[in-house]
C-alpha cells in the first residue's frame, strides 16, 4: 500500500469515527427528551474495484463509507408523572400533530391546552383526533386506554393514533415530530397499543453504552490522527530526500 493510499485509509476511518461521534453526542444530548428515539449510523461497504489493466494492481479492501443514520423505534420506558395532560403509548404508533407543512407524528406525548381550549403539543401545535383538533372545555380531562377523550364525563373525540408502513423512511423534523419520506411510505392502522394517561414515553437512548461507545470511539479517532500525523510526516521526509538525491 503506497502512502497516499494509506493516507485515505486513515482520513476515510477518523472521517467515519467523527460522523459516529456527532450521531452519539446527538442521542446523549437528548436523552432526557420524551419521546426520542435514538439514531444509529448505517455504514456501507463499496463494491471493490476490479483489477487496473494498465497497472496490473489490485487496490486494497474499500473503506466503509457513512450510508445515513437510521431511527430505532423501540420504545422507552413509561414514566409516571401523575399530570393528567402526560399521554403515553405502550405498544406500537404515533400521536398526529398538524403542522404547517402537514401532519407530522409523534411519540411525545406531553400536551398542554391553549387559549382557545385546543389540545396541543408543548409547541403549540394542535394534537389530531379522528374528526380533527380535540377542543377540551370544562375541568376534568380523561383519556381511556383506547385513546377516547372525556371532559367531564363527556366524550369529546378520540385521538388519531396510528402506523406508517414503513417506519425505517420516516424523516425527523425536530421536537421530536416525524414526517412520511419517499415514495410508498403512508399511514396505517394500528392495534394492540394502549394510551397511558398519566405517563410519558422517555428517550430509549441508554445513557451507560452511549458514553462507553463515545470513549471507545474517541479513543479510535485518536488513533487514527497519529496514523495522519506519521504519514504527513513519512511524505514530507520522502519528498525532502527525493529532493536532495536530485
Known amino acids: 500500500m503506497s502512502l497516499t493510499q494509506a493516507m485515505y485509509a486513515a482520513s476515510a476511518g477518523a472521517f467515519n469515527n467523527q460522523q459516529r ?3 452519539l453526542a446527538n442521542n446523549l444530548a437528548n436523552i432526557n427528551t420524551p419521546g426520542f428515539k435514538e439514531d444509529k449510523l448505517v455504514f ?3 463494491v471493490e474495484k476490479e483489477r487496473d489493466s494498465q497497472t496490473d494492481y489490485i487496490q486494497g479492501p474499500p473503506a466503509p463509507l457513512p450510508f445515513g443514520a437510521r431511527t430505532d423505534f423501540t420504545q422507552g420506558i413509561l414514566r ?3 399530570n393528567a395532560m402526560d399521554l403515553a403509548l405502550d405498544g406500537d404508533g404515533f400521536f398526529c ?5 402537514g401532519t407530522h407524528y409523534t411519540r411525545n406525548g406531553s400536551f398542554s391546552i391553549n387559549g382557545d381550549g385546543v389540545l396541543t403539543t ?6 389530531l383526533g379522528k374528526g380533527g383538533e380535540i377542543k377540551i372545555d370544562g375541568s376534568n380531562f380523561h383519556v381511556d386506554e383506547g385513546g377516547n377523550v372525556s371532559v367531564d364525563g363527556n366524550e369529546v373525540g378520540t385521538l388519531k393514533i396510528v402506523t406508517v408502513s414503513q417506519p425505517g423512511f420516516l424523516k425527523k423534523m425536530g421536537n421530536t415530530l416525524f414526517a412520511l419520506s419517499g415514495s410508498g411510505v403512508a399511514e396505517e392502522k394500528v392495534e394492540g397499543f394502549k394510551v397511558r394517561q ?3 414515553e422517555t428517550s430509549n ?8 461507545e463515545m470513549i471507545d470511539i474517541s479513543r479510535s479517532y485518536e488513533s487514527y490522527q497519529k496514523v495522519i500525523q506519521f504519514l504527513d510526516d513519512a511524505t514530507k521526509k520522502s519528498i525532502n530526500e527525493v529532493g536532495r538525491l536530485a
Open 21 to 23: 461521534l456527532d450521531v
Open 44 to 46: 456501507r461497504v463499496p
Open 80 to 82: 409516571h408523572t401523575d
Open 97 to 101: 400533530v398538524q403542522t404547517p407543512g
Open 122 to 127: 408543548k409547541e403549540g401545535l394542535p394534537v
Open 198 to 200: 398519566g405517563y410519558v
Open 205 to 212: 437512548v441508554n445513557g451507560i453504552k452511549v458514553m462507553t
